[in-house]
């Protein structure tokens, strides 16, 4: 059965901690991580089950959409996460990244331009930003 990506996640414990809530409920998942550069942007962790346990996950991580607080997870004075500039939170969502612009990065730089603004939200206090 091949696997599928179910969701992408910005780094790497949120991404644990996804596949652990699908473990308590006998979905296997696992993580999978992308290159450096991918890593480094938004989605560079991806989660992928078993086609045949994909209805079932989404489902699930649907549910915990905005249940798990990351901020008790990290510590506050992790410079490596990416927080909300209002209330400090580390629950930030990323908007996708222009496609457009990240491959004439790759053309003509021969790696992904991860410095392409894209829009932030925070799933805390809902500051929306541009970064
Ligand atoms: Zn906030």
Redesign the pocket.
Known sequence: MPKVTIASYSNEAEAELAAGRLACDDIKAEVHRFSRYRAMGAGGYQLRVEGADLAAARRILAGIDGEIDMDEYVDADDASYR???????V??TAGPRPLAMVLASVLLLGLPLLFVPRNWS??????AWRA
């Not at 927080?83 to 939170?89: F, L, V």
């Not at 925070?122 to 500051?127: D, L, S, T, W």
């Open positions: 927080r909300c500039p209002k209330c400090n939170s629950n930030v925070c799933r805390k206090c809902g500051q």
